[in-house]
């Protein structure tokens, strides 16, 4: 039985490959992608997912979400994603339109056809899954569980208490984090650590299928944003979440009380985990905290080689 899915996504390099992960994963669904502000503006990454979908030849609809978060002013992410979104990557412009429905209407729908099944892959700020849940609250009761890249038990990215999906919209992770719907929070905790080699980059890239080009040439870019850090290595944010997707063996969880700083400005953002019960609350999301690197990258290989 495949996994039905939708991805709620801002490409975005990262989430770029991470999509193109579930269109070669045989055990994955992909019911819709609904697009949301983000790393870039609406519009592009709405045409960036159209583009991949085109690319890929699947017959996948796209749902335009959020071009504003719910309260916080839009800061792009050009210098990383590149302009248009998808680095210097050129694609012809899409034919295919975008679907007549919104995403928060997409959402909604799909989670009454799959009658409880639909996990949400939340690869970007959680602004459209808040709005579903405030315009269709009963969708709590109607989802299977959240899948999330994001926040982070130690420390951020976007600033040093936040990471980026968190700090960009903090209103939209509280709604969703005190939701009740089963959340599984892929930080910067394991995310960091999955990183790709340029060997493994190489290798991928020698593969004579357009995905695994494809694939290739987003890494290197990756890889040279990483390198301006001192990484060595290409950080999979997205498409280690996306991966835990198609195999969770790749990563261990422990389920901790989590919630989002949304009041102050130095620690906006910061997903709280109470990693020793001092708040005494229930727990309410398994947060990431361990990784298989390597199996992650066999995965990568087994989908595009
Ligand atoms: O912090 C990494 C996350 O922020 C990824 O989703 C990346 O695409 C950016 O949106
Ligand atoms: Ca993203």
Redesign the pocket.
Known sequence: MKIPIIIDT?P?I??AIAILMAFAAKNIDIKAITTVV??VELEKTTVNALKLVEFSGLDIKVARGSEKHIRREHFS?EWY?GVSGLGNLKFPDPKMKVYEKNAYDTIYEEACKCKGKLKLVC???LTNIASTILIYPDIVNKIDSIVL??GAINGG??TPAA???MYADPEAARIVFNSKIPVTMVG?DV?NRALLYKNEIEEIDKANNKMAKLVAKIATRIYENCAKFNVEGAAM??PFAMGYVIDSSIMKYKSFHVDVEASSELTRGKTIVDVNNLLNKPTNVNVGVDLDRDAFVSMLKELFI
């Open positions: 801002d975005g990262d989430d983000g790393n992410a994603h690869l970007a700020p890249m994001g990215n976007d990471e980026f999906n910067l995310t944010h997205d």
